[in-house]
């Protein structure tokens, strides 16, 4: 889950043994907190989100009908593992709970190490430890060169900040015959140069654990406190109630809700792809949903609701779900022609709109069938809700007269049918009209702390861009080891590493190297 550590390397080279008077917390706070234990979770965790993806969960639409076609013993086993609604399951939201702790505490465990890299560089090295690492080499100049600026300078142009430390080593002279001489105490100075970059690098792991936990914990806050719901919008209509969901496999219940404001549909619309089609969803481009709010505290204002522009207020997000099939007319045209002969009026009116002839007659645009006919007790009904005979029924009252019901067909009805026949005064034909279905369902999702916007948004475009910053980026290290020989010549003991990336560090080793010689 952390960054490896050179310093935790060396001691988990070493076997590690453990005296039977260790505390039993200790070691359960070790099982805990270990990178194995984390990983382990982490992948139980994707491998229950995988099977939410693959299984359909019971809160999708179309979930009844995949329910009927599993078998008695998948709906068994399923339904008993809570796999239907997996994501609201208790072992679930443990699983969350216990990585949660495990990346809190293996933070704790493993941070201070990683914190030292930045506040305390290694800024001197023995020649043993050089030697000891990954990439290193031994350059040989000649007399009168200074090493300390060759060096900086190449440090310098590959990136590197350099720093110069002297110090003071001791060693033990020889005898004739070889051996160490420990009455011949030896003074020698040693120069060290260190350069680093990328040192914040080290601390990606950490950066990369608390956007898992803000994700993790802005999932949790919003299934404990948010729910789900549904509202119809038919233009016209004013509610305050909304409709929650809640599931038992392939039940659906729903109970009202009181919402602290109110909600009028002043109006739909569907961008349709073909304007002659049907308003199926394969021949739509958007849905809209238009709507006035009116809130007791803060007032009131019109909200449009679309499918790529939902609407969030006071905890509540409104997206747009699904559309009722039936066919209806956002606008229409009628073709008003008087009785007794002149020219043909068009008017134009919206859904429950209303206009005024030049006489003063008015009309009110009441209903749409699209697909006319006779129901069996003789009353005007519609078929289906396909535009096949569509007719736009109106409210007329002639001035200092009586309201009648009216009824525009289209073209093709002959004048002496008593339905279509002429009405006070004009005849009437139904023009162009847009299309409508006849209500929108938008979908609300109550989220009072926002935390699905903590969540998905923060936690989740923070994770990637973390993720990106740890495996993009190396913090990389180097030390030139300044040793003068007594003939004036110089040995300079090169070495490096990086926490990861060790090919691209092992090209910028080597052009480091050339340009010391050069």
């Known amino acids: 889950m952390s960054a490896v550590e050179e310093t935790l390397n060396t001691k988990s080279a070493q076997p590690r043994t453990r005296g039977k008077s260790t505390p039993l917390l200790n070691r359960g706070l070790d099982l805990i907190s270990s990178v194995r234990n984390g990983v382990v979770q982490l992948v139980i965790l994707v491998i229950l989100s995988m099977i939410g993806m693959l299984v359909m969960q019971q809160n999708v639409q179309g979930f009844e009908a995949y329910y009927v076609s599993l078998t008695p013993a998948e709906k068994m086993v399923f339904g008993s593992l809570g796999i239907f609604d997996i994501y609201h399951s208790w072992y679930f939201n443990v699983l969350l709970l216990s990585l949660s702790l495990n ?36 350059i040989e100049l000649p007399k009168d060169q200074d090493g300390v600026a060759k060096i900086t300078s190449a440090f310098q142009n590959a990136g590197f900040k350099p720093k110069t430390t002297t110090s003071e080593t001791t060693e033990y002279g020889t005898d004739s015959e070889g051996r160490k001489d420990f009455s011949n105490i030896i003074t020698k100075e040693t120069t060290v140069v260190f350069g680093e970059s990328g040192k914040l690098n080290r601390l990606g792991a950490y950066v990369v654990h608390v956007f898992l936990l803000t994700l993790f914990l802005g999932h949790f806050v919003a299934l404990t406190t948010g729910f789900d719901a549904n509202v119809r919008m038919t233009p016209g209509q004013i509610t305050s109630e909304i409709q929650i ?54 007032g009131s204002f019109i909200a449009d609701v679309s499918m790529n522009k939902p609407l969030d207020y006071r905890g509540y997000r409104f997206f747009q779900a699904q559309t009722i099939p039936f066919g209806s007319a956002r606008k229409i045209t009628l073709n008003v022609t008087p009785e007794k002969g002149g020219e043909t009026l068009k008017v134009n009116l919206d859904r429950n709109g209303s206009a005024n002839l030049p006489d003063g007659t008015a009309v009110e645009f009441a209903e749409f069938m699209p697909d006319f006919t006779f129901g069996q007790d003789g009353q005007p009904d519609t078929r289906s809700g396909e535009y096949n005979q569509p007719v736009a029924v ?25 339905v279509g026949a002429p009405k006070a005064g004009y005849k009437w034909r139904l023009g162009e009209f847009e299309k409508s279905p006849l209500a929108h369902i938008l979908s609300i999702k109550y989220d009072p702390f926002s935390a699905s916007f903590i969540a998905w948004y923060i936690g989740g475009f923070g994770l990637c861009g973390a993720l990106m910053f740890v495996f993009f980026f190396s913090h990389k290290r180097v030390w030139a080891q300044i040793n003068k020989r007594e003939d004036g010549t110089t040995e300079i003991l090169l070495a490096g590493d990086a926490n990861r990336n060790h090919l691209g560090f092992q090209d910028k080793f080597k052009r480091i190297v050339e340009a010391i010689q050069r």
Request: with cysteine.
């Open 103 to 138: 990346i809190v505490l293996a933070s704790i465990d493993r941070f201070p190490s990683a914190w030292d890299y930045i506040v305390k560089p290694k800024l001197t090295a023995t020649r043993d430890w050089l030697l000891g690492r990954q990439d290193n080499t031994i």
């Open 245 to 298: 969901e809640q599931f038992e496999l392939d039940k659906k219940l729903q109970f009202n809700a009181q919402l602290p404001f109110s909600m009028e549909c002043t109006d739909i619309q569907q961008t349709l792809i073909r304007a002659d089609g049907g308003i199926d969803v394969s021949n739509t481009l958007d849905w809209r949903t238009q709507m006035k709010v009116t809130d007791p505290e803060y």
């Open 394 to 418: 109106l409210n007329v009252t002639p001035p200092n007269g009586e309201r009648s019901r009216v009824f525009a067909f289209g073209s093709g009805i002959a004048d002496n049918i008593p």
